[in-house]
């Protein structure tokens, strides 16, 4: 990754300081000309150079952005990783990585998953001669058993979106690389705050970082993390090529959000805990989905690869798909919208909003979901404010 001019990045071997140190610290040393403490916003398109070809590191701000740079040195130093690279949205971020893929190729995606991640590789990326399929990633004996050899990428989700199950990312990363393939892992709802999916063995992760790194329902972006040399020189330069580049202000605002992420993902944290426990009690829920849950088939997996459950929370009713859809239009804190991992607190219907692609497909969402993304507002408000709505259903 090379040295930018926002600041540098930590080798691996200097990640001695704590988390929040380095959401404040890595990549963002002080501006270097008039010591600016916080990385400015670097609102230009073009840079000045000597002479033909020679410059400071920055010549077209769609290749490189000093504010674009600082971001993306802290967040690759969060994951544990050597590159990183920021995209104007999460989807963008998918599609760049997908284009890794040449016709012939096979994906193997989780049977749970984003609605617009189903759509980009079962719509888009087959257009190009690529094929998918669906996995039931919680049984890697089975993925391993069922291998198409022409799987090039697992992609995975863990917690997924909307159901929040839980995969075992060393063991699907053990079966993926027996076979040669790559492992994606979508570490959006975790956050690096959370999870750190390198670690356990993931070749790249991928983040939406509109939700929980933004933090702020503000800005919309995306981003991609690996210690894969090869892998990384592909994707900068189709950074570069395509062009789906986040301007230096989302930068700046994304930057700004990460900073604070360790002590907003504690507090959602707390928040989830509390509403859970009015879920499990209340007449009107059928099932409450929280990897925090004894309860939750893939909580001894989230134990040893989360650091907490985090902010996301799905249930169902008993009432079924008119009581959900009526549900998400009677509180008065939760507001009903799509996205995620704001500080204010979210709820939504799956099946109608962001999960409506995948309706008759094998990642279709049951009708009596709906999914919460807890905020960081007073716990006790939240809880009351989604228990009286459950009461008038």
Known sequence: MREGFAGRVLPMSEHTDGFET???HAGQDPEPITGSVITPIFQTSTYAQPSP?????????????????????????????????????????????????????????????YGGTFRLI????????????????TNPGALDRDWNPATKIVWMETPTNPLLTVFDIAAIAEVTHKHGAKLV????????????????????????????????????????????????????????????????????LTTRGLKTLGVRMDRHTANAEAIVEMLLAHPAVSHVLYPGLDSHPGAEIARRQMKAAGGMISFRVHAGLEAAKSLTTRTRLF???????????????????????????????????????VGIETGDDLVADLNEALDQI
Not at 72 to 96: C, I, K, M, P, W
Not at 122 to 136: K, L, P
């Open 22 to 24: 380095r959401a404040i």
């Open 53 to 113: 070809g020679d410059h400071t590191g920055y010549e077209y701000s769609r290749t490189g952005n000093p504010t674009r740079t600082a971001l993306q040195d802290a967040l690759a130093n969060l994951e544990g990783a050597r590159f990183g690279y920021a995209f104007a949205s999460g989807l963008a971020a998918e599609d760049t990585v997908l284009r890794s893929l040449v016709s012939g190729d096979h994906v193997v995606l989780g049977n749970d998953a």
């Open 122 to 137: 079962s719509q888009v990326v087959t257009r190009a001669g690529v094929t998918w399929s669906a996995a039931d990633l």
């Open 185 to 252: 892992v979508d570490n959006t709802f975790a956050s690096p705050y959370l999870q750190q999916p390198i670690e356990h063995g993931a070749d790249l992760v991928i983040h939406s970082t509109t939700k929980y790194i933004g933090g702020h329902s503000d800005v919309v972006g995306g981003f991609a993390a690996t210690n894969d040399e090869e892998w990384a020189n592909d994707i900068q330069y189709l950074q570069n090529a395509v062009g789906a580049v986040p301007g230096p202000m989302d930068c700046f």
């Open 335 to 373: 507001t009903l919208a799509e996205s995620l991992g704001g500080i204010e607190s979210l709820i939504e219907h799956p099946g109608v909003m962001t999960h409506a692609s995948a309706a008759g497909s094998p990642l279709e969402v049951p009708d009596d979901l709906v999914r919460l993304s």
